[in-house]
């Protein structure tokens, strides 16, 4: 997840392939084997049946490893923020926001997301929560030590997560088909995105022909939106969950 080989973390580069990682907090040293002189990369990816795009992500990353020479010290932090390796806060500050190098914002800090849209401020804080992993899905409050079943109350079937919620349940799946007419291409460039806030942090990339502008713009948060306030009436009012009621 640090930036250790090449400009950017591997967490970015490799979207695709970050979110089938089952180790996302690893070192760089607990995925490498050392046998004798030979070293191997250890990827520990859950999924098997790769798409050709993540082929060729594996790939890339191989090559990208090839190339990087580790020596023998132990791992150790390094502020790149300022020439002299020293932090600031100030430094910190300008980095954040991408004004030190005349960077673009970075990608793991999306203030120009949520509070530079156009939004009523219940949704930016309800967007800004989600984009941070914090809002109170079932699986967060089992983190947080409650217990309770998950289930998804959309679909019934799954567990309850950000990703699931708002993306992958069969329920907001057929919003999202619903709303982007179906275009199938979009929803797979959206889920290649890996997770909610690289979603939508490239939002605004991908395909958008067909769509007025203000209208592919708001898309992604009316949609997050009105599952949250729907997934909350079922849970809190006891309401079904109707599509028809999402969209119009
Ligand atoms: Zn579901």
């Given at each position: 997840m640090d930036k250790w080989c090449g400009e950017i973390p591997l967490e970015v580069k490799f979207q695709n392939l970050f979110r089938h990682?089952?180790?996302?907090?690893?070192?760089v040293e607990q995925h490498r084997t050392q046998e004798g002189n030979v070293m191997e990369w250890n990827f520990y990816l859950r999924r098997r049946n790769f798409r050709e795009s993540e082929v060729n992500s594996i790939n890339e990353l191989k090559v990208l490893l090839a190339h990087t020479i580790l020596d023998d010290e132990d791992d150790s932090w390094r502020w790149n923020g300022m020439s002299n390796r020293t932090f600031s806060v100030k430094s910190y500050y300008l980095d954040l926001h991408g004004k030190r190098r005349g960077d673009a914002q970075v990608p793991n800090f999306p203030y120009k997301i949520i509070w530079k849209v156009k939004l009523p401020l219940r949704i930016k804080f309800f967007m800004w929560y989600a984009v941070w992993e914090r809002i109170l899905t079932v699986d967060n409050l089992r983190n947080r030590g409650m217990i309770i079943q998950n289930r998804c109350v959309l679909c019934k079937a799954s567990e309850e997560s950000i990703i699931h919620l708002f993306f992958l349940c069969p329920f907001t799946s057929m919003l999202w088909m619903r709303l982007l007419h179906h275009r199938v291409e979009i929803m797979d460039a959206v889920m290649d995105k890996g997770n909610f806030r690289n979603i939508f942090i490239n939002w605004p990339l991908l395909n958008s022909e067909g769509f007025k502008a203000i209208t592919w713009k708001l898309l992604p948060y009316a949609v997050c939106w009105s599952v949250w306030v729907t997934r909350n009436k079922a849970i809190f009012q006891n309401k079904n969950a109707s599509m028809e009621k999402v969209i119009c």
């Open positions: 990682a089952s180790i996302k907090n690893g070192s």
